[in-house]
């Protein structure tokens, strides 16, 4: 497999968009959206975000699916399908419906079948940081089981590679949110009375009581 210009202006356009996105489900977006712009096969995709606290991965962005139905799955990480089958390692996989039914995770099989019908092939890529899978990036095509080739996954390394970082830190950066809006939500509502100074002894803030 040659790399071509076209697919270098992609890759180069692809980075710039990274460095330009700070917020995870916008960057989780630009990811999928160059993905299947890159591989031939793709007719749909969707990514998934793992959820730490609740040990599971969450779909935030998809193309060519209904995201607010994928929303509503949340699929615990020991019945992730990539990580049962394929050990975390990029894979295409066919008839992916079937081989759920094989691992014994016939309840997603059902789920997914019912709610968006057939999918026939998935290129995944497991995206990880510091040895953890933090998200996979999935490429789905509908009616064909050989959709997909080993020079696609090659194709998509790059993407994997670049989008690790970017990803790891659009997490933390959405960490801190919470934390920071859970701190502010506590400080508003303690009945004791707490203020912030400074080091000189001005009162930056201060709660109602």
């Known amino acids: 497999m040659s790399w071509s210009p076209d697919r270098s202006d992609h890759l180069l356009e692809f980075l710039r968009e990274l460095n330009r996105t700070q917020e995870l489900e916008t960057l989780a977006q630009v990811v999928l959206r160059h993905a299947v712009a890159l591989v031939p096969g793709a007719q749909r995709g969707s990514f998934m ?6 040990g599971c991965y969450d779909f935030r962005a998809a193309v060519g ?23 975390d390692k990029p894979a295409i996989i066919r008839e992916p419906y079937q081989q759920d ?16 019908g057939p999918v ?12 953890e899978v933090i998200a996979y990036l999935n490429l789905d095509n509908v009616e064909d089981t050989d959709a997909y080739s080993r020079d696609d996954l090659k194709l998509l390394e790059p993407v994997r590679e670049e989008s690790a970082v970017a990803v790891q830190a659009a997490l933390q950066r959405e960490r801190m949110a919470e934390l920071e809006g859970f701190f502010r939500m506590l400080f508003e509502r303690l009945a004791d009375a707490v203020y912030i100074a400074e080091f000189d002894g001005t009162i930056a803030r201060a709660n109602p009581a």
């Open 65 to 87: 699916w209904n995201l607010e139905k994928l929303r509503s799955i949340r699929i615990p990480a020991g019945s992730v399908l990539q990580r049962v089958a394929y050990k």
């Open 49 to 54: 975000l793992l959820d730490r606290d609740r």
């Open 120 to 131: 026939r092939a998935i290129l995944t890529m497991p995206i990880s940081y510091e040895g």
């Open 101 to 116: 039914c094989e691992y014994g995770l016939d309840h997603l099989a059902k789920t997914f079948h019912e709610m968006f």
